[in-house]
């Protein structure tokens, strides 16, 4: 995912996260010797054990479930909504989605998946919406501002493949780049948020530019825009960004300038002339004092030993069939293979074995006999298929119960999990979903709306019922530390500002629309203590952190670092 992206969301993000956990990595429990907890991604301390992607490990382990194993397979349910399907529902978002729905399309695509996978109660449906809308309009906003590109045809792919995943994910499973920070997949988002942006567009990052461009630094605090890299003849900077296509070096006049990149047998001093693309870099100086040359690439069918010498970036692994020696490139259908890449990608290396090589054929269409090799998991079925039972089939989580699984989320079909592979070299057969109460290792072993928490089969909690941990409650609920006149602690709504916020699992809504963005405020700026929630910050307040601004933008008056002090909220970057 776009790193930007992250930066730029991850305060706005953080309420959101806790209180409606959306995407997120991993399994949502956190057995020992499992997969990681259920976690926000994006940085922070996780509440449900394992390591927080892009943060610290989670402090609270609530399940204590035994073993782990693999995610759970889903099956075929019957669409959006609030049915109670427990795999992937085939929902149509038809071939193109203007831009102007898009959010308010992929807002209800999420939310009904929610819905049916029984992870989100009815009443919650509007705060899902709304939260999901605004993380989305973020993204819009950048959009709008030439940062990313919008078309129709991967919009409307995109809130297809939310509306279809699978429920095997979990509550808040995994939803793309487009989540901007709230976790990974499914890959039909990723290309909404490839950077585009041309001369002059606002960036956090030059993965936010179109190419050719960067986006420098212009100081604490000061918007970024994308520039234009220096190109051929003109001043460069060979410890910053560099040039466009050229090599940045000595003038002669002490100063930098862009220069073409010289070519194979061409005169050099240094590697960083030579142009890496189609060579090797500069060679050594010769004994008898010659002088220095850019070496060449290979094309295919030269004798290699590393890809980093070949035009194509691969050296294959003839040494390991009748070829005797590596050579550039991928071989033709029919030739010997000695790797599952030695074949061109509509190709694999059928017969491959652990000490035999095996020949490059026309991957198999769905329906073929097949067979499967532990150490090479490329079966040779075309893509989006598998090997299940000797059979090229779809890798549409189809396999029934007592069927061969393979993978982690992709296998089983409604009702069912694949557990972890066997020691013996062979593969496992789906197994039935256990229901309320019974016994379990991790979540997935549990049907759709259940959680694994004491190795046992239990729903995930409504509002006013039981927790230890947010992640043990339904979508946009957390869970405060605090007793609530309960004699227990109890999954709740996100509170609006003005509630008290003192205790920890609080978390702020922003008071408009159930949206997200609130902040605990509290006395001094400590962390801990008597706070009060608050909506976002407007123009001009005074503040302690980005993170409490709408606009995510606290500077000094001055345009400096906060420092110790305390600041004033400035406009956003984004216009």
Same mark, same amino acid.
């Given at each position: ?9 991850? &305060? ?12 997120? %990595? ?25 390591? #927080? ?57 999420? &939310? ?18 709304? *939260? !999901?809308?605004? @993380? ?21 792919? &995109? ?11 979990? *509550? ?12 990974? /997949? ?9 950077? #585009? ?34 190109? !051929? ?30 070519? =194979?047998?061409?005169?050099? $001093? ?5 142009? +890496? ?8 100086? +010769?004994?008898?004092?010659? %002088? ?33 020696? *590596?050579? &550039?490139?991928? %071989? ?12 061109? +990608? ?10 035999? +090589?095996?020949?490059? $054929?026309? *991957? ?17 079925? !075309? $893509? ?5 039972? /000797? %059979? ?50 991790? $979540? ?18 409504? #509002?006013?019922?039981?927790?230890? @941990? ?39 809504? =922003? ?65």
């Amino acid at each position: 995912m776009n790193h930007s992206v992250r930066r730029l969301l991850g &305060c706005a993000c953080l309420a959101l996260l806790t209180a409606c956990p959306l995407p997120q %990595v991993g399994f949502d429990d956190a057995g020992a010797g499992g997969g990681g907890g259920e976690v926000a991604a994006g940085g922070g301390t996780g509440t449900g054990g394992g390591d #927080a992607v892009g943060g610290g490990a989670g402090t609270l382990d609530p399940d204590g479930g035994a073993g782990g194993g693999t995610a759970a397979g889903g099956g075929n349910g019957t669409g959006g909504g609030n049915s109670t399907g427990g795999g992937a529902g085939r929902f149509d978002a038809g071939t193109s989605l203007d831009e102007a729905l898009f959010c308010d399309a992929w807002a209800q695509a999420y &939310c009904d998946r929610e819905a049916r996978c029984l992870t989100l109660d009815p009443a919650q449906n509007s705060t899902c919406l709304a *939260r !999901v809308k605004d @993380a989305c309009a973020t993204w819009h906003r950048q959009v709008t501002a030439g940062v990313f590109h919008y078309d129709p045809a991967i919009g409307a792919a &995109c809130v297809g493949a939310t509306a279809n995943s699978s429920c095997a994910a979990g *509550r808040g499973f995994t939803g793309g780049a487009l989540a901007q920070g709230f976790g990974n /997949g499914p890959v039909a988002c990723d290309a909404l948020v490839v950077g #585009a942006g041309p001369a002059g567009t606002p960036c956090t990052s030059t993965a936010d530019c179109a190419a050719g461009l960067n986006c420098p630094a212009m100081g604490f605090g000061a918007c970024r825009v994308c520039v234009a890299l220096p190109t !051929v003849g003109q001043l460069c900077n060979p410890g910053g960004t560099g040039c466009f296509n050229a090599a940045c070096r000595g003038a002669g006049d002490g100063g930098n300038e862009c220069f073409a990149w010289l070519q =194979s047998n061409e005169v050099c $001093s240094g590697t960083g002339q030579c142009d +890496p693309a189609t060579t090797r870099g500069c060679a050594l100086q +010769p004994a008898d004092g010659g %002088v220095r040359l850019c070496v060449g690439k290979d094309p295919d069918g030269i004798a290699c030993t590393a890809g980093t010498a070949c035009l194509g970036g691969y050296c294959n692994a003839g040494n390991l069939t009748d070829a005797g020696v *590596r050579t &550039c490139g991928t %071989v033709a259908d029919g030739t010997p293979c000695g790797a599952t890449a030695d074949c061109a +990608p509509t190709s694999f290396c059928s017969g491959l074995g652990a000490a035999r +090589p095996g020949v490059c $054929s026309a *991957r198999l269409a769905l329906g073929a006999t097949c067979s499967i090799w532990r150490a090479d998991p490329n079966d040779g079925c !075309v $893509s989006g298929a598998g090997c299940f039972d /000797g %059979v090229c089939k779809p890798r549409e989580n189809q396999q029934a119960v007592g069927q061969q699984c393979r993978a982690t989320l992709t296998d089983c079909a409604m009702g069912a999990y694949c557990p972890n592979l066997p020691t013996d070299g062979g593969y496992p057969s789906c197994l039935a979903q256990g229901g309320t109460g019974a016994a379990c290792g991790n $979540s997935p072993e549990c049907q759709p709306g259940l959680r694994c928490t004491n190795n046992t089969c239990q729903p995930l909690a409504g #509002a006013g019922q039981q927790c230890f @941990a947010a992640q043990q409650c339904k979508a946009t609920l957390t869970c405060p530390l605090g007793d609530a006149g309960l004699g227990f602690y109890a999954c709740a709504p996100v509170a609006s500002p003005g509630a008290d916020c003192a205790v920890s699992g609080v978390v702020c809504a =922003s008071g408009v629309d159930d949206g997200q963005g609130g902040f605990c405020l509290r006395d001094a700026g400590v962390n801990t203590g008597p706070g009060t929630c608050s909506a976002p910050l407007g123009l001009g307040a005074d503040c302690a952190s980005s993170a409490q601004c709408a606009s995510a933008r606290c500077l000094q008056v001055d345009g400096g670092t906060l420092g110790a002090g305390r600041g004033v909220c400035q406009p956003s970057c984004l216009p």
